[in-house]
């Protein structure tokens, strides 16, 4: 059974930072794409970036970039989602999920896999 778990959300003031884990079991990680989605209160989910578990190459959307960071730990099979200078639009439940793909936008119906999403907010 392939499972994905988030963890480490929480309450943070803006400009601050978090980082998320993503503890993916159950599936090929060596082989996967993991990504990361957001989905903000009376909006839709988007995308925040993903990562190829055989290279580490990532991309990140717009909303995020220069600001988040994606990175993998094969060992651990985990994948984290280290977020700084955070503002009160980032808040969101976050979720990450597993798909196999070439890595490009990652859009979310490439993903197979998905997490139960944990909770961020940001408060101004």
């Known amino acids: 059974e392939v499972q994905l778990v988030e963890s480490g959300g929480g309450l943070v003031q803006a400009g601050g930072s978090l980082r998320l884990s993503c503890a993916v079991s159950?599936?090929?990680?060596?082989?996967?794409?993991i990504g990361w989605f957001r989905q903000a209160p009376g909006k839709e989910r988007e995308g925040v970036g993903c990562i190829s578990s055989a290279d580490g190459s990532a991309f990140y959307y717009d909303s995020v970039k220069e600001r988040f960071t994606i990175s993998s730990d094969n060992a651990k099979n985990t994948v984290y989602l280290q977020m700084e200078s955070l503002k009160p639009e980032d808040t969101a439940v976050y979720y990450c999920a597993a798909g196999v793909m070439v890595l490009t936008t990652c859009p979310s119906f490439e993903f197979d896999y998905w997490g139960q999403g944990t909770q961020v907010t940001v408060s101004s």
């Open positions: 159950g599936f090929s990680f060596d082989d996967d794409v």
